[in-house]
């Protein structure tokens, strides 16, 4: 058995050194710079100075390891935190407290109400009657509304008496620890007796106890067993798509560099059999090294540390500084700062920025990111009025914004606070005692399921199983029609400032068929209502024929309301003769069995009252958010452990289901059979729209069908939309079929998938990842998105609400979800542009760099002589061309961020990774090598067999390596001028002040005193005073510079002239706008008018109604 | 509006971030584009300027004088002589006679040039000790010199390395024979051929009260004739380490085949204005063997100019790259206004 201690960190201070550098040296490029490393260090090859290596090399792993070093210690501190937290054991027939971590599986723990559970319980027993207790599952599975446990019997008696309790001997068997949260199998022995357990008598770990003042549980699972931690992937290392290309392209370059290297080393023999023999009387071996095989096997090595510069240490350490920028600017971006809850934007993962702006699925939770979890009574329809519409001084309909006045409920003590409503002609109507307006509230506040608890008078707080009923009951509260008590038999109700009690005589309960639910009640003057509500297309099949006309009145509100994004519920009532019930109630009693028959009986010939429109929130600009980022072709799904319903609400009013979708295909079936078969269907559907396809591909077809797919997603035209429930998708994810399940729902514009469980978020996420070959993003808030977090590409956590844990486990964090937006469309579509800006640059300006060497190779006897200083090979990418680069990836934009924003297309060059690509990347070394080549050779020319113009040296080697040098600094620099499209001061300054610090270092190291100093470190004296000082020197390096730089402006000024891309459109009209005011661009308004979801639809179980006549929660 | 509720947003939010530009990332800022205009100008602008510089340079090479005879073949005797390492105390002497058809007027620069030699290997360029030459007391041993660092009785060579050690050693003398009988021997000068950051910076002899004793201790590398501190025994100022020839010899070349300054003209007396119209000839003492790695020697006699030798390479460079350019912009000209007219055509009827 584990105990309780859980670990999410990954060292301690022992294992830190060798597991960490285990991890780093696990880089490709890591490895190589230490293999360089050692090589340099053996006297015959080395060719460069050992330090020029080695300082950089241990400055990055240094930098590295303090960075994971501080991750982990955080880690450390939250466990620590979660393993500390108190909880009350029993032991001895005492209670006492204990830290989380210490408790083992068969403790008998006492859970206070809102308090964490501390590991997985079976329930025991508890303060409230009959062993019930009521929990919270938010951080299991994002669900907030209320659960109800209970204990078995047998032990609930057990009570809170100490001296029993510790005397409990029972013996669980159950099932191994698993991830399922939703199913448990066990079964308890005690006292000769047994009892089979199931998951309604399971308190997991992470559940908050609710509503209940204490209960006892016995500890079944602890620490990593429990089904909240199995549910938790592994931290995994992330890594992006340009990281794992360019660990591709190191080893491509190594491979190009050992090439290069087996060509001079065979030169370097051939050199040394023909020439170099004879050339051993000015020039001895040290040790003679005879055989010319083995002096091109030194050779060989040699060049493999000259030309290594290709690659440079500095080339990550700059991608680190890159990323740590980008990941600055988001954290400082105002625009992404939520000033309610004075959360700013957070990077947590540095290292991912330039994959945000390659992002093509999205996975997001629904409660708490796309929605508020807040419904709100919204308007209504009574008798045929709508109530709920603002109105401007003119009588025009506006928006409420935050000038509108609420109405104001002061008159109402126990109103609710936070309940707003802004059409004052509702409260007039109360006031003017309108009987239709009184029966509505009356409804609201008897026909419902809700506990109320009154704390200390005056504050009403109201238990409820699903926030719409809350919403409902709330705002009949806040017009005065106050749900105050109930017992089994009656409801008290506090009308318009009177106390009046209800007889409760009968709850008609919700469920899934039903689709509406009502209550009978007896008013104090003996008359028997039913009040019912429900989803309007049900209940105005069984309104009074006398309704008609009201009903297409309160018809055509409803669709307004629908249209709006609001959930509706028709309310009706009837009038019953006490005769009338009482003959039905007995028929319900003869009938127990079949209480629908008998509820449809009583249900009918209602008279219609109105209708109800309940917001659930969504989050602030998700609408539009979510409209730009299918407009920059990023695919969203949902995922969200809601059901069904609820689900597609959302999707309704968040516009990711229109009802100019051609088609809503709905999977729900149980078995493999029914999903398979509901899977081919909705296949057949999208390839019939598209093409006449045989659809009787076999399964052994399967790969060809995949191939074939992956053209019909272009081909399939018009919007379908998918929506899968949880169980389905457990089949669906199934092997045989997880390809057929990814085939379709690619080819859907939306996919909702509800009631999943946490890990089918990570197994979908999982499998999009695998197949698609596509960077997802998941977004979530809860705990129950972290396995979603973990395992797509960036996870991104919704902070600022109270659990935290989404946020720790993700790579960003922000407040709302409408930042989403500027992350991937700014954030990240800059970060990726830069980030390829700076690796096409940075390629490029090493292979000009080094390749210079390869071709002095054949002038040298290939004898690895470098062609610069090696002062100039030690700085050059360090100090001479590290910061205009850098200022490069840091600030560039190619367009402004309100047009990164308007024009979504353009977010297409970073999903079809256009801009770097190993296509780009030959570019890049094609560029690269023919810069170097007339780099060389015009020199060469120029200095073949000839004199300075004061008849003295010229043509020498120190000489040549200045001009070279300085031909290099001003090449990059004016390449790098080009490159840039954003020019700020810094670049500005970066850009000038590296030629100059070039000069300053250059003259300094060749001046006077430094040589004095180190004669043998500086032999370069004097060379940059004389060498530059001549006019040929600078008639070659301006040739240089301007044969190697023109044909790039041919190229680029040809490709945007002739074929411009979106990019060379936007920042032209960008340039043209410049002056004028710049066009806003209003997003087109959606509006629906057609269908409508009347749904009471949004508790999972059946209501309470059966505890409450039961009476058991009393 | 906005700016007011940030600022108050700030006040009462200590998490908030700084609206500073840098941090919003809205520095101002050049965003520069290539437009035909500025791109069709600057072309033909460079490409015109890279014509006349090439022009330019093509005209001041064609009017460098220059004349080069190449004595390894001329001197066979010596040459074969000097294969064999044995004879490297015989003196071997040779004449390499030419005429000159016009006068050489102005400063008349003489080189050594040598073929096939690597002075830009690795192992020789690092042979070779600075703090040495520098007059500093360094032990040797620690430097790259080797072999050609100590004898194999531990006196240190002065100079060190293989650099030093393969010095040019053949001494040249120049005759112009005033009729065709007479020759009188051409002054040439033996000092100033060199940088002055080498002469006065870079070499410096050791220091005590006279050379030879400065250079005691150490004995000359085993190619040379004569210790270092004879090779200029006439001149005090170009001894030792610090004799021009040996200066110009370290500065090693980047190139196998190259050209170091051996001696200028003098300009007096009859050489006043340069090289007169005549014969000469060139006496070699030949010294320096290079027919064991088929290299070659030549001597050459030039004049100067603003632009250096008579390297054709930059002016023709010069000029192709400027015609490329200038042509390269008549081409993107008329490409753009191609498409340009089709653009127009296509918005004046749209489809």
Request: hydrophobic share 40%.
């Amino acid at each position: 058995f584990q105990n309780n201690h859980i670990k999410t960190s990954r060292y301690n201070i022992l294992t830190f050194l060798p597991v960490n550098l285990f991890e780093q040296f696990q880089r490709v490029a890591n490895a190589y710079f230490l293999f360089l490393l050692i090589l340099q260090l053996i006297p015959e090859i080395s060719s460069l100075s050992w330090f020029t290596t080695i300082v950089p090399l241990v400055m990055v792993f240094t930098i590295t390891a303090v960075k994971d070093a501080t991750d982990d210690c955080f880690r450390h501190k939250s466990d620590n935190q979660v393993n500390n937290r108190q909880v009350e054991v029993l032991v001895d027939g005492k209670l006492q407290n204990a830290k989380w971590m210490n408790i083992k599986p068969g403790d008998i723990i006492k859970v206070e109400n809102n308090t964490f559970v501390a590991a997985d319980l079976l329930l025991l027993s508890s303060s409230e009657p009959h062993g019930l207790c009521y929990i919270e599952t938010a951080e299991l599975d994002g669900e907030t509304n209320l659960k109800v446990r209970q204990a078995l019997p047998v032990t609930s008696e057990l009570g809170a008496d100490m001296r029993k309790l510790a005397e409990f001997d029972g013996v669980v068997v159950c099932e191994p620890p698993n991830n399922k949260l939703d199913k448990f199998i066990g079964v308890l022995f005690w006292k000769n007796n047994r009892y089979s357990l199931n998951n309604e008598k399971m308190l997991l770990r992470g559940c908050v106890l609710r509503n209940t003042n204490w209960c006892f549980g016995m500890v079944i699972f602890a620490g990593p067993d429990t089904k909240l931690m199995q549910n938790s992937g592994r931290t995994k290392f992330k890594r992006t798509s340009i990281d794992r290309l360019m660990n591709t392209l190191v080893l491509w370059i190594f491979g190009f560099l050992v090439c290069m290297g087996i060509i001079l080393a065979i030169g370097s023999s051939i050199w040394e059999h023909q020439f170099g023999a004879h050339f051993r009387i000015y020039l001895s071996w040290n040790e003679v090294v005879d055989s010319s095989v083995f002096s091109g096997f030194l050779t060989f090595w040699s060049y493999i540390i000259i030309l290594n510069s290709v690659v440079p240490i500095s080339l990550y350490v700059s991608v680190e500084v890159i990323r740590l920028g980008h990941s600055h600017f988001i954290n400082c971006d105002l625009k992404m700062y939520y000033p309610k809850k004075d959360t700013p934007a957070e990077v947590r993962t540095t290292t991912l920025n330039e994959e945000l702006g390659q992002i093509e699925y999205i996975f997001s939770d629904k409660t708490g990111t796309i929605t508020q979890n807040i419904m709100t009574f919204n308007k209504c329809s009574i008798n045929g009025k709508t109530y709920g519409d603002v109105y401007d001084e003119l009588g025009r309909k506006t928006e409420v914004n935050e000038k509108t006045v609420p109405v104001d409920f002061s008159f109402n003590p126990l109103a609710d606070k936070k309940f707003q409503f802004y059409d004052h002609s509702l409260l007039e109507s109360i006031k003017l005692e309108d009987p239709m307006v009184y029966e509505f509230f009356r409804l609201l506040s008897l026909c419902h399921t809700v506990m109320p608890e009154e704390k200390k008078s005056g504050e009403l707080i109201y238990q409820v199983q699903s926030p719409d009923e809350g919403a409902l009951v709330t705002a009949a509260r806040n017009f005065g029609f106050i749900f105050k008590s109930r017992t089994p038999d009656t409801i008290t109700v506090e009308e318009m400032g009177k106390l009046v009690t209800y007889q409760l005589l009968a709850i008609l309960d919700f469920n899934n068929i039903r689709k509406r639910m009502s209550v009978i009640v007896q008013t104090p003057d003996g008359q028997i209502k039913l009040y019912c509500k429900g989803a309007d297309t049900i209940l105005f099949e069984r309104l009074h024929p006398s309704n008609e006309e009201l009903m297409s009145l309160t018809s055509d509100h409803l669709e307004e309301f629908a249209g709006e994004g609001l959930r509706t519920l028709a309310l009706a009532y009837k009038n019953l003769t006490e005769e009338h019930f009482k003959e039905w109630f007995t028929i319900l009693q003869e009938a127990n069995t079949s209480f629908p028959a008998a509820y449809e009986e009583i249900e009918r010939d209602m008279m219609l009252l109105g209708a109800t429109a309940i917001e659930d929130k969504l989050q602030e600009g998700v609408t539009e958010t979510i409209a730009s980022l299918s407009l920059a072709n990023i695919k969203i799904w949902i995922l969200t452990g809601d059901k069904q319903e609820t689900a597609m609400n959302v999707g309704y009013s968040c516009h990711i289901l229109t009802d100019t979708m051609n088609e809503i295909f709905i999977v729900a079936g149980h078995t493999v059979t029914e999903v398979r078969e509901e899977l081919r269907k909705v296949k057949e559907h999208l390839f019939g729209q598209s093409k006449d396809l045989s659809n009787g591909h076999a399964s052994c077809e399967k790969k060809q069908e995949s191939k074939q797919s992956s053209v019909l997603e272009e081909i399939v035209d018009g919007d379908y939309a998918l929506v899968i429930n949880g169980h389905s998708l457990a089949h669906a994810l199934e092997a045989d079929l997880e390809n057929e399940f990814l085939d379709v729902a690619c080819m859907c514009k939306t996919v909702i998938c509800c009631r999943v469980t946490p890990l089918q978020k990570a197994q979908v996420v999982e499998l999009v990842k695998k197949h698609r070959n596509a960077v997802t993003l998941a977004i979530g808030d809860g705990a129950n998105d972290i396995s979603m977090i973990k395992s797509a590409h960036i996870g991104v956590g919704i902070s600022g609400e109270e659990g935290m844990q989404a946020v720790l486990a993700s790579d960003y964090s922000f407040a709302q979800f409408r930042y989403l937006k500027r992350l991937l469309l700014v954030h990240g579509r800059w970060s990726y542009f830069r980030m390829c800006k700076f690796l096409c640059y940075f390629f490029y300006k090493n292979i000009a760099f080094t390749l210079v060497h390869f071709w002095f190779g054949f002038f040298c006897g290939f004898s690895a002589q470098t062609v610069y200083d090696p002062w100039f090979i030690t700085l050059f990418n360090i100090v001479y061309t590290s910061l205009p680069v850098l200022a490069m990836g840091l600030f560039d934009q190619d367009v402004n961020e309100q047009n990164s924003m308007a024009y979504g297309k353009l977010y297409e060059l970073g999903q079809l990774n256009l801009l770097f690509n190993k296509r780009k990347f030959f570019i890049c070394i094609a560029h690269g090598i023919y810069t170097s080549f007339a780099l060389f050779f015009i020199p060469y020319g120029a200095f073949y067999n000839t004199a300075g113009e004061d008849g003295k040296h010229i043509a020498d080697y120190q000489s040549f390596a200045v001009t070279m040098a300085t031909s290099l600094v001003i090449i990059v620099s004016v390449q790098i001028v080009l490159d840039t499209s954003y020019w700020t001061a810094i670049n500005r300054f970066f850009i000038l002040g590296s030629i100059a610090v070039y000069f300053a270092i250059l003259f300094a190291m060749h001046s006077n005193g430094i040589f004095g100093i180190f004669p043998n470190h500086f032999p370069f004296v004097g060379n940059a005073r004389i060498s530059l000082g001549q006019i040929s020197v600078w008639l070659v390096i301006l040739l240089t510079t301007v044969v190697s730089v023109m044909p790039v402006i041919i190229f680029r000024f040809l490709k945007e002239d002739l074929h411009p891309t979106l990019t060379d459109k936007v920042r032209k009209l960008q340039r043209a706008r410049r002056k004028q005011k710049p066009l806003q661009r209003h997003m087109r308004r959606v509006s629906r008018t057609t269908s409508r979801r009347s749904a009471y639809a949004f508790s999972h179980q059946e209501g309470f109604g059966e505890l409450i006549t039961s009476g058991k929660n009393m | 509006m906005k700016n007011k509720d940030n600022q108050s947003a700030q006040e009462s939010n200590p998490r908030c971030p700084d609206s500073s530009a840098f941090k919003q990332q809205k520095l101002p800022a050049w965003k520069p584009k290539l437009t035909a205009s500025t791109v069709l100008s600057s072309f033909f602008v460079i490409g015109l300027f890279c014509l006349l510089v090439g022009i330019c340079l093509i005209l001041s090479a064609r009017s460098v004088n220059e004349i080069q005879i190449d004595y390894s073949d001329v001197c066979l005797n010596c040459s074969k002589l000097r294969e064999s390492s044995s004879n490297w105390d015989k003196e071997c002497n040779c004449f390499a006679h030419f005429t000159l058809q016009e006068n050489m007027p102005g400063d008349i620069f003489m080189y050594y040039r040598l073929q096939n030699f690597y002075q830009n290997h690795r192992r020789y360029v690092l042979s070779r000790s600075d703090a040495q030459l520098l007059g500093q007391d360094v032990n040797i041993q620690n430097s790259y010199c080797a072999p050609f660092a100590t004898y194999p009785n531990g006196t240190p060579m002065a100079p060190c390395g293989a650099i030093a050690n393969s010095m040019f050693n053949d001494t040249v003398q120049l005759f112009y024979y005033v009729n065709s009988s007479t020759a009188i021997q051409v002054p040439l000068l033996k000092n100033g051929n060199s940088w002055w950051s080498d002469k006065n910076v870079k070499f410096r002899n050791p220091t005590s009260y006279n050379l030879s004793s400065a250079f005691a201790g150490t004995a000359r590398p085993p190619y040379w004739q004569k210790p270092a501190y004879l090779l200029d025994e006439k001149d005090e100022r170009n001894n030792g380490y610090i004799n021009d020839d040996l200066i110009v010899w370290m500065r090693v070349s980047a190139f196998a085949t190259f050209r170091n300054l051996y001696r200028r003209l003098s300009r007096t007396n009859q050489f006043a204005d340069g090289l007169p119209a005549g014969n000469y000839t060139f006496h070699i003492t030949y010294n320096f063997p290079v027919t064991k790695f088929q290299g070659k020697k030549q001597l050459v006699l030039s004049t100067i100019t603003w632009s250096g030798g008579s390297n054709l390479f930059l002016g023709i460079a010069y000029t192709v790259s400027g015609a490329v350019i200038v042509l390269a912009g008549f081409v993107i000209a008329a490409i753009h206004l191609k498409r340009r007219k089709k653009k127009t055509y296509f918005q004046r009827h749209p489809k």
